[in-house]
């Protein structure tokens, strides 16, 4: 094993210098087979064959319509959401259950307060402050239409706010699509030094032959952020200030960038057999029944950090390693590819002519390979996985009155472990759902090894185990949800300061009660979407113990049901907590600098959202309540929350 990943690094390394070129090489070559592999097996729509696509209906070519599938799912195709719900919520640290901590600005590093743990097997660097932003290659959105189709989203808002969102696909036939996505978030800030600028562009493509037995897809991935770091302002009662905007930061000259190159190919041979079904009394149609399936997947990505100071003045970082460096930098590079290879049997479902139907059991085993190269100011390091796995599913009695999901996955090179199990009953009132899931993994690449001008650490860590049981209830009639659940750490890593030194990585151990309700009502044409959340913790962690999210409005047509609108307002609020800081060297969260429990406050936004056949838009004025309960409040000790502010979004689905 380890002579191949030696083998197939040198590949690689040949394509040097600075990877980029191997890169686009890859890229390149991916897009060019595809479009050879169209020229070679393209064919013309068939008007009498059905298309066997995996969803519950089987897809209409003769009305416009627009669907997608995400990962290597082409068995589930989502229609697009052209629906007003949460359409004002442009920014992603707002759009989930809660609220997201973030620093005071759009694009702003961020952090789920209502715990989770998202570390699994396999190689992770480390950095995820501002992943809810950007686009994995896990992410990116495959497109099936029967017209061209074009979607423009665009938000302006005070304090140099825009968001630009640009998507275009079109199929070339029926078994060939290609799409583009762009986004663009540029964002100053209403605080010093807090400029944002995020560029993404994704491609995507997939091609299947007409007997449907064959089908391959393509990713790729070209991100760039560049983000000024102001380490927060120096005032702790700016908002008393009669113009908050002239307080000074702490940095005036720091930056951070990001590069991001990934690439993706997928192939999957399906087999199974052809089903002859009577179109009339005179001619016969076929459609292809896929049975069992093997599946490979090669990746490669590309990831560039650097954080660097030009500023004069130092004081800011106390005690430093100083190289005499007349800017002060950290620099790291992750180049890295993987293969994973899969057998089992397809998606949990058998078409029929008209209709989705399940198999009784569903199943997939895989190997992942994974090869990693960390560059930075001391040196290279190598990291390399194998993972083996399992993914099944099972139905019993009486179609489906009991349904069963499990999944596991080992790391041979790592000693890293992780399964889940999930037990549901769907037809007893309110679907009763047992879940269970347990990981012990390595932890994160940063988390051993950093080295900067302000921290270096070289650690040998042990694995941090989790485990989450608990059950969960759900009534789709009565808009109802609850899942409670029980969740016990052990080795999970902080970063702070340790016995007094500069920050550090050290362990925790933490036990966590979660309990989540959601609960919508309607009321005629009034909806009162409420979700609220608890969390008890034994206090090694700072998260707070209640928290709330509401969503209230009112919708209804206007002249002559031409008009569709919803006008409400959303609000958040969490109780008391010490709040975590951030570090702008290394974009990690900081425990223990802050000195006193800040207040919290709701945080209210008011919007009213229109729908116009193809045009949704959307007026909104966030944060309205500021001066109601307090002047302002903080998100991370000396990041203040932006203060009230206008948006103003449109979306546009452009069919031709």
Known sequence: MLTELRYIKNIIVYFKPGHLHALKLFL??????????????GQTTDSLTLDSAKTKTLFDYHTARVEYFVGDDIDNFNPLDTTLNLFQRFNPARDGIFEYAYLGNFGAPAYNRFFEFNRTVGFDYGRHERDIYLTDIDEVKYYRCNVPFTNLYYVAGSQGEQLFHVTHTRNVGKDFNVAIDFNKIV????????????????????????????????AGIH????????????????????????????RDDAQTDWKNWQGQIQQQLSFGKKIAYAI?????????????????????????????????????????????QDTLRDRAEVFGFYNKVAIGNLNNKVVTKDSTVRNTYNWELYGLQEWHELSDGKGKYDYTNLITGINANARFLFDSLITIKVAAAYDWDNAAMQGSGRLRFPKIPFNPELLIEYRDVNATVIQEHYYGFDNRWDLLLENTSYLRYGLRLKNEKLKLELIASRIQLKNYYEYGKIFGVNNMIYPVDENITQVLLVKNFLLGNFHLNNAVGLQLMDGNLHYPQYLGNISWYYQNHLFKSALFFQAGFDAWYNSEYKEYGYDITNG???????KATPKQYPVIDVFLNFDVETLRFFVKMDNIAQGLFSNGYYQAPNYPMQPRAFRLGLNWFLFY
């Open 187 to 218: 964002s100053d800030g209403y605080f010093p030094n807090m400029h944002n600028d995020y560029s993404d562009v994704n491609l995507s493509a997939w091609y299947r032959t007409k007997n449907e037995k064959y089908q391959i897809y393509f």
């Open 280 to 324: 009339d009394d005179t001619t016969t149609g076929y459609y292809f029944v896929p049975k069992f399936k093997i599946a490979h997947t090669i990746g490669i990505h590309d990831y560039y950090y650097q954080f660097e100071d030009a500023a004069i003045d130092r004081t800011y970082y106390g005690d430093f390693y100083d190289d005499g």
């Open 28 to 41: 390149f070559f991916c897009g060019g087979m595809l479009f050879c592999l169209q020229s070679t097996f």
């Open 223 to 250: 991100g760039n952020v560049t983000a000024d770091e102001n380490g927060g302002v120096q005032n702790d009662s700016v908002f008393d200030l009669q113009d908050p905007a002239s307080v000074l930061a702490y």
């Open 588 to 594: 990690m969260w900081v425990n223990g600098n802050i």
